[in-house]
């Protein structure tokens, strides 16, 4: 028998196929099919530039085997094998840190400082169904409606509506799905998916409906971007999905909900506040949102109509005329006893979602707001991290 190695490998039901880290791979490693992004075993060195990039930890999966499991193998899973049994002992699930020498260790403890580690489900959450719908296998959906959200010029956000018609979609909130784009790219490749957050509830943008809603902004030279943009009711999208199964809100009634985004990182919040709205949850949910100004900031309007005894909301506003710029961190800074009230709760759960630059400045201010606990604010967060109640999701 040959000595057991080490193997990196992607958790297929965390991965959200954003393929960030088969573009990021220094030495093309990483690779996928219709149905999974792998890593090669072959040819992976272990030299860690995949590991800060990935928005959600799925490439963060290690396993110490007697033989290494080949692509072939990799491409079928639909969920990460358990750590073999070894004679000598070495029996339990190895993680990342357990199995790479100290100089790995450190590399990934550095490159999870700034991505937030990997999450877990919160242990009400429902069961998220995965990877119904594959590049070769995608969904065909119909467009309801597009709706502009936002007055500035300089910030095109739509609410775009989709029905699957007779096709079982079933979403959770916090899930994703990925739109593909028809034509091809400058390599003659067909374009890969672009994934999207599903920003309506499970059970769908109008009750009990099989539709779905997302939250787009144009970007200038994004081609899926201006893509979902344009799109006119009864046109036709290819779908893939759903995608994600951690990023997800709980299903306890009692739970409080810290929600912390920019611009479309408001998403999955719109669809975590309309499920508690429709399924009376009690526990309250607080929303601090950033953006350039009002008229730049989605779904505006219909916050503000939010009840407040249901929602708190903290609208951040970083470039108003005669007025202070303003992120979400120096609100937070403002809110520290509610803030330490929160994460002092054991029924707290904190998702923070939208630009990866944010995501500093947050945990520096929840750094500085831990202090008055006596509790350093890694302690607390690697607690709640791993009692499924911390959650982010940058990009």
């Known amino acids: 028998m040959t000595a057991p190695v080490k193997q990196h490998l992607i958790d297929p039901e965390?991965?959200?196929?954003?393929?960030?880290?088969?573009?990021?791979?220094?030495?093309?490693?990483?690779?996928?099919?219709?149905?999974?992004?792998?890593?090669d075993f072959d040819t992976c060195n272990f030299c860690m530039d995949c590991i800060p990039v990935c928005p959600t930890?799925?490439?963060?999966?290690w396993r110490v085997v007697s033989e290494p499991?080949?692509?072939?193998?990799q491409f079928e899973w639909t969920e990460l094998p358990d750590q073999e049994e070894f004679a000598d002992g070495a029996s339990e699930e190895t993680s990342g840190l357990e199995a790479l020498d100290d100089a790995m260790a450190k590399l990934l403890a550095e490159a999870h400082a700034g991505a937030g580690g990997k999450s877990k489900a919160p242990a009400s959450a429902s069961k998220a169904s995965i990877n119904l719908y594959t590049l070769a296998r995608p969904a065909e959906v119909t467009v309801q409606g597009n709706y502009r959200l936002t007055a500035d010029e300089d910030h095109d956000v739509r609410h775009i509506i989709l029905d699957a018609g007779g096709l079982p979609f079933p979403l959770l909130e916090g899930q994703s799905v990925g739109i593909i784009a028809p034509g091809v790219g400058d390599d003659g490749k067909p374009h890969l998916p672009r994934l999207y957050s599903i920003s309506s509830p499970r059970s769908g943008e109008r009750p009990?409906?099989?539709?779905?809603?997302?939250?787009?902004?144009?970007?200038?030279k994004?081609?899926?971007?201006?893509?979902?943009?344009?799109?006119?009711?009864?046109?036709?999208?290819?779908?893939?999905g759903p995608f994600g199964s951690t990023f997800l809100m709980p299903n306890d009634p009692a739970a409080r909900l810290l929600m912390i985004c920019t611009g479309t990182g408001s998403a999955p919040f719109r669809a975590f506040t309309m499920q508690r709205q429709r399924s009376g949850a009690t526990g309250d949910m607080t929303l601090v949102f950033g953006a350039r100004t009002a008229d730049a900031l989605p779904y505006f309007g219909p916050l503000k109509k939010v009840p407040a005894e249901v929602?708190?909301?903290?609208?951040?506003?970083?470039?108003?005329?005669?007025?202070?710029?303003?992120?979400?961190?120096?609100?937070?800074?403002?809110?520290?006893?509610q803030i330490v009230d929160l994460?002092?709760?054991?029924?707290?759960?904190?998702?923070?979602?939208?630009?990866?630059?944010?995501?500093?400045?947050?945990?520096a201010a929840l750094e500085n707001i831990a202090e008055s606990t006596g509790r350093a604010w890694k302690e607390i967060r690697d607690v709640m991290r791993g009692e499924g109640r911390y959650h982010v999701e940058t990009y």
Request: proline content about 3%; some cysteine.
């Open 14 to 39: 965390i991965c959200i196929r954003c393929y960030t880290c088969e573009m990021t791979c220094p030495i093309e490693a990483i690779t996928h099919n219709d149905n999974n992004v792998v890593v």
């Open 57 to 61: 930890g799925s490439i963060d999966e």
């Open 69 to 73: 499991y080949s692509l072939d193998q």
């Open 208 to 220: 009990n409906y099989n539709n779905f809603s997302l939250t787009v902004k144009r970007e200038a």
């Open 222 to 240: 994004g081609v899926c971007s201006n893509y979902v943009c344009d799109l006119k009711p009864g046109d036709k999208v290819s779908v893939t």
């Open 311 to 337: 929602l708190k909301k903290h609208l951040v506003f970083s470039r108003e005329k005669d007025k202070p710029r303003r992120y979400v961190q120096d609100e937070l800074r403002e809110m520290e006893d």
């Open 343 to 363: 994460i002092q709760d054991p029924a707290t759960h904190v998702y923070i979602c939208g630009l990866r630059a944010m995501e500093e400045g947050v945990e």
